[in-house]
């Protein structure tokens, strides 16, 4: 009967634990996913764009992406209790909606959208896009923005998850915005515009 040296044996216990720590370590420096994204400030922009050739989007793309990023607007456009607070938050651009409280709340105009090509064959998602106090663009959450209105990027795929629905939740108070840092404040974003449409 022969017995391991136990030489051998700690030689070969290191090499697993070498050979786990190395997968491990290539896992951990794999790039993220990234979502190639289009970036437009209207339907009618993103439909004109999706003749070209080298474009991966097509007019009904561009339709659905639409009509999508509107009803988020509709149940995600981050809300205020002022409208001085509003605007300040969006440069200005901000309406009026009433509750079926009779109070008053406001929200920011859409001021674009963005279609995003989901990675596994999961097709286009939307998100519709709001200035910020910044002078850049972000989502309903503010967690993503982008520099501009026109050209592609990539982003990373939860930059297309659902916000939290704000149609029936407290609308921000000046405290509360003031606590995050002001809209889209603190954020993941992307650069619009490093590769142009139609060149």
């Not at 999961?122 to 050209?151: D, E, H, I, K, N």
């Amino acid at each position: 009967m022969t017995q391991s040296h136990p030489i051998r044996k700690r030689a070969r216990h290191a090499r697993v634990l070498l050979l786990g720590t190395a997968a491990f370590s290539l896992a951990a420096c794999q790039p993220e996913e990234q979502v190639d994204t289009n970036v437009f400030p209207s339907l009618e922009e993103c439909r004109a764009l999706a003749d070209l050739p080298e474009n991966d989007f097509t007019p009904e793309d561009c339709a659905a992406g639409f009509e999508e990023a509107q009803a988020i607007h509709a149940e995600s456009a981050p809300r205020y209790d002022d409208q001085a607070l509003c605007e300040e938050e969006h440069g200005g651009e901000c309406v009026v909606e009433t509750r079926s409280d009779g109070t008053s709340i406001f929200l920011p105009l859409l001021a674009g959208y963005m279609i995003g090509n989901m990675i596994g064959g999961r097709g286009m998602a939307a998100q519709p896009l709001y200035r910020t106090q910044g002078g850049r663009f972000a989502t309903p959450g503010g967690g993503t923005t982008v520099s501009g209105l026109r050209g592609n990027t990539q982003l990373r795929p939860n930059s297309f998850a659902a916000a939290p629905n704000t149609r029936a939740a407290a609308p921000l108070s000046r405290a509360a915005v003031q606590s995050r840092g002001g809209f889209g404040a603190s954020r993941t974003g992307g650069g619009v515009g490093a590769r142009g449409f139609g060149g």
